[in-house]
């Protein structure tokens, strides 16, 4: 078959057809930071980042890599986050995240005021200035065969980090459910106005949602009634004013009765075009229930804090054959971590899972 | 039911569901009442292993969990200075000192743990999180602590527990007290590595895995 560009490869997956090879999308948020051998405090504060090296970052890990889906810019879960009156930590320990220290709605009175900042937007101040600047420095490099993605959380999680926490929000799930609805709506509408302001910036393929709360933390009902409504919103907001589908990453074993439930609503009601699980789901169990059945496409997933991270070599080529082979046939199938890739990823072993994916996933299969 | 019963059920019923300014007045009221503490302790206890084997069946999920354990705390709050005053001991009185480890602020599936140990009648002193390791080792001296056990969600925390076990055999306590893992970066595997005593998964896991060291 005859070579194609990052972008026609990640095309050919995204319609369920067979790429030239079995593409990567390694969903680096952080990694790329310690790639350069910077810490994060080189490249942000509590209230401002620098583009120029958000993008030097980021393609560095593409030359390094070869890899084939880029998010344009660093990016942590935490964005709007003093702009809204919370604060945040940039740890200055290797391999660490951005972490919330105190969220902005700690309380109703906050809420009143938190409320008066929103909508936030991106494009006018704070750190997420400089990430779109970022998008349009990767773009304007790469964008021309290589899939830029915009990537941001749906509802729940932007709720959760952006206003609220983990802990308060899950317990007005279960106690306060209009306020958390409020909350989650907040961050909805946030989180679709940042990837449009993404594809604004140079963004040009398959949008990028995480959902962390999934059927991991959340009943199926939970779910139903504070997840797959946001995703829809957003997923579809996404395909009309862009025309892209979207990628959705997700925790939690969709492979139970209520997880399958809720998997049929991310495809059926949601409109999900791609589904990203974490590593409870093996690639034949993915080729069955997800690839086969509702005809989109799959990651197949490489356990980021597992061989990823720790090796040895031998098992990382093992897991991506296996994975390769079992998921592969007939297309529609992208190698993916089990969620971000871990920041202090070593450099051979992410360059060998990257290079052994290319190399058993080359099509036609055997 | 005489009063007495009805308000320890109702108190360990409100804790199973949650409603943490219920379960608070009932605690209220018993202390009022002047109930054995022991005995309203026990009820709040009870109520913990109801929810953490809900949640083991997948019948309960984190906002129950939370939700719970924030009644259960609060609750406990009020009774623990008439525990201490009172002399109190439980059956069950082994010491655990808990935290997640410097680095890491994730501390939702360890504040399950700390809910469900006390809960299972431990003695728990919780450090919080982004907790460096001489901590650790100060607290499991000034208590003579039974358990130490860490949690990290995040990879590179992991690194931590590796340097705290080197550090607790510097230290000379390593004998001394039992070491548990768990979060989600944290593997049997990996405990083994490190020479820890006992992993967990899950919450449930850390009380079964606990239990087990000071049986």
């Not at chain 1, 949008?207 to 995703?231: A, D, K, M, N």
């Not at chain 2, 450090?127 to 000034?142: S, T, Y």
């Not at chain 2, 989600?184 to 083994?192: D, L």
Request: hydrophobic share 35%; net charge negative.
């Amino acid at each position: 078959m005859q070579e194609m560009t990052k972008l026609e490869r990640v095309n050919a997956v995204m319609e369920c057809r067979e790429p030239d090879k079995v593409p990567v999308y390694p969903y680096i948020l952080t990694h790329g930071v310690y790639a350069m051998g910077w810490k994060l405090p080189d490249i942000t504060t509590e209230t401002s980042m620098d583009a120029k090296k958000c993008a030097e970052c980021t393609l560095k890990t593409l030359e390094l890599y070869d890899y084939d889906m880029v998010i344009g810019s660093y990016q942590d879960l935490y964005f709007g986050v003093t702009e809204l009156g919370g604060k945040i930590k940039i740890p200055t320990k290797f391999g660490s995240v951005v972490s919330m220290k105190e969220p902005p709605v700690k309380d109703a009175n906050d809420w009143e005021r938190v409320q008066k900042l929103l909508p936030y937007d991106p494009r006018k101040s704070g750190r997420a200035t400089a990430l779109l600047d970022s998008y349009k420095i990767v773009s304007q490099r790469v964008g021309k065969t290589t899939p830029v993605i915009p990537c941001w959380w749906p509802g729940p999680t932007a709720a959760m980090c952006m206003l609220r926490g983990p802990e308060m929000l899950s317990m007005d799930m279960a106690m306060d459910k209009s306020f958390a609805h409020e909350l989650i709506k907040a961050g909805n509408e946030f989180a679709i106005d940042f990837l449009r302001a993404q594809y604004e910036s140079g963004a040009n393929s398959v949008c990028h949602t995480g959902e962390i709360y999934g059927v991991e933390l959340l009943s199926p009902e939970q779910c139903h009634e504070f997840v797959v409504p946001y995703v829809k919103e957003l997923s579809r907001t996404i395909y009309k004013e862009f025309g892209q589908k979207t990628w959705l990453h997700t925790h939690g074993d969709y492979k139970t009765e209520g997880g399958q439930a809720i998997l049929k609503e991310y495809v059926e009601e949601a409109n999900i075009a791609g589904f990203h699980p974490d590593e409870k789901h093996p690639p034949e169990w993915l080729k069955e229930h997800v690839k086969d059945k509702y005809k989109i496409p799959v990651a197949g997933i490489m356990h980021g804090p597992g061989p990823l991270l720790n090796g040895p070599l031998s098992t990382i080529e093992d897991v991506t054959r296996n994975i390769v082979t079992k998921a592969g046939q007939g297309g529609g199938l992208m190698m993916a971590p089990s969620c971000e890739v871990p920041p202090d990823t070593p450099v051979e072993n992410f360059q060998k899972w990257v290079e052994w994916t290319h190399q058993y996933g080359t099509y036609p299969m055997k | 039911m005489t009063s007495k019963e009805e308000t320890l059920a109702t108190l360990k019923n409100r804790i199973i569901e949650g409603k943490a300014d219920e379960a608070f007045e009932m605690t209220q009221l018993s202390l009022a009442e002047n109930f054995n503490v022991s005995e309203t302790l026990t009820s709040m206890t009870d109520a913990m292993q109801v929810v953490g084997d809900l949640y083991a069946r997948k019948e309960y999920f984190l906002p129950n969990v939370l939700t719970s354990a924030n009644a259960f705390e609060r609750s406990f709050a009020l009774i623990q200075p008439k525990l201490l005053e009172s002399g109190s001991k439980r059956e069950k009185s082994s010491k655990v000192v808990i935290g997640v480890c410097e680095g890491d602020i994730h501390d939702i599936g360890k504040k399950i743990v700390v809910a469900m140990l006390r809960g299972a009648g431990f003695e728990v002193h919780d450090l919080g999180r982004d907790v460096p390791n001489a901590d650790f080792i100060d607290k499991v001296r000034e208590i003579e602590a039974d358990i130490v056990a860490q949690s990290a969600l995040m990879s590179t925390s992991i690194t931590e527990m590796r340097d705290f076990a080197q550090l607790a055999k510097e230290e000379g306590i390593r004998s001394k007290v039992k070491y548990i893992i768990g979060g989600g970066s944290a593997t049997r595997e990996f405990a083994a590595t490190i020479g820890a005593d006992g992993y967990g998964l899950t919450a449930q896991d850390a009380v079964i895995v606990s239990e087990g060291l000071v049986s």
